[in-house]
């Protein structure tokens, strides 16, 4: 790809620490970013706003959040009325599947990412999925990534047309969260408007001891940063 | 499957020949149907009042119409301000894309169908697709269904904990217009409650012209049926 001709990429962006930094990753690649946030019902719709100001600050083409209501259907804690697990250890967090894990959440995100992509004549789009830290959740394994390029090769016009291929990029996917953070501050991420915690107080402050905050905090700590958000006392 | 143990699928039902079709034979074939219609801001919303009356008429266990705007995205005659094509011959609706592709749609349905099934412990997804006369969209393909079962295999519980596959049954995928309609008839499918037209009137009346009736008409000759639906004299 030569600078010339800057291509075009959708980027998922949560607005969390993993997004934040591959959407600094896909700019870094010279891609032109559209970024696609969804407000599913998450009962951290403080992301949301953490989105905002990550798009605001990466000169973005475009930025769509798109409304997509999984509460109607349930089956998590991150959309049904159910309790955010806290205090869990490292070991706990790596049993099984979660109950934060959102039934085929990054199928239905990377689905209507391919539409997007695919009405803007696109061929890559980025997410920022991770297979370290987060090994219990189905649909962030390459296997899952790979079947998913294979899926929108198929489905899509450049599958009856032999006029291209979709690239799924996962630049995370085999990163700790300390790399992740290094890289991102090398790119010059500002993790001061970034939002990770399931659970925040109404003020959006993060809780501290949700999976999400847990992770965050250790990734910083082994990177031997400190995370610029205000977390309580304890 | 056992009559005692019925099981649960979702299906989804635009409110079309098809899928009303496709909704008769998941009855019949035993499933609890959670029915799943999108309102995608599709130009033919009337297809979402043939969807209610389907579903009412058919016993659902429930029907979910889902909000999700891709007219955002734009791309295709059905979702942006681009005229319906009309009048085209056989070779015409046979010959590449046509402009009523909406990117990735079926990707998108089938991916929210799959959440929901998910958070419903289903494994069984039913849709109307059909490669005979619809040759030209890349995902109504056998080729394409075999790939978003295994991404679901995948990308969901079982694919982590090995405790089942998915099914994604497109059973009028060989048939034609004429063998779906003689099988829904069979079934007792009452076609004057569908809805297929691309453009209809301020009333709901199909136009009779566009890709979706011809189809339909063609479909009702061939077996030998009237179409119960009233259309424009010409």
């Not at 291509?7 to 607005?15: D, I, K, N, P």
Request: hydrophobic share 40%.
């Amino acid at each position: 790809m030569s600078a010339e001709q800057p291509q075009q990429a959708v980027v998922l962006v949560s607005g969390g620490l993993d997004s934040a930094t591959v959407l600094a990753i896909a700019r870094s690649r010279g891609f032109d970013v559209y970024a696609l946030s969804f407000d599913y019902g998450q009962r951290h719709a403080f992301e949301l706003e953490a989105a905002r100001r990550v798009c605001a600050a990466n000169s973005v083409e475009r930025h769509v959040i798109f409304p997509l209501d999984l509460r109607v259907f349930g089956g998590s804690a991150l959309t049904a009325d159910m309790p955010v697990p806290k205090d869990r250890s490292d070991e706990q967090m790596s049993a099984g599947i979660p109950i934060t894990y959102v039934p085929a959440r990054n199928t239905i995100f990377l689905s209507v990412a391919l539409g997007w992509a695919e009405a803007l004549s696109a061929r890559d789009i980025f997410l920022g999925v991770n297979a370290v830290d987060y090994s219990g959740y189905p649909d962030c394994r390459p296997e899952f990534l790979d079947a998913f390029a294979r899926l929108a090769d198929l489905g899509t016009k450049v599958g009856v047309e032999g006029t291209g291929t979709w690239t799924i990029h996962a630049p995370l996917i085999s990163l700790t969260k300390a790399e992740i953070i290094r890289q991102g501050r090398a790119l010059g991420v500002d993790y001061s408007i970034t939002h990770s915690c399931y659970d925040p107080d109404e003020s959006g402050r993060p809780c501290g001891r949700c999976d999400s905050c847990r992770l965050r905090l250790k990734g910083f700590a082994e990177a031997g940063l400190e995370d610029p958000l205000a977390y309580p006392l304890w």
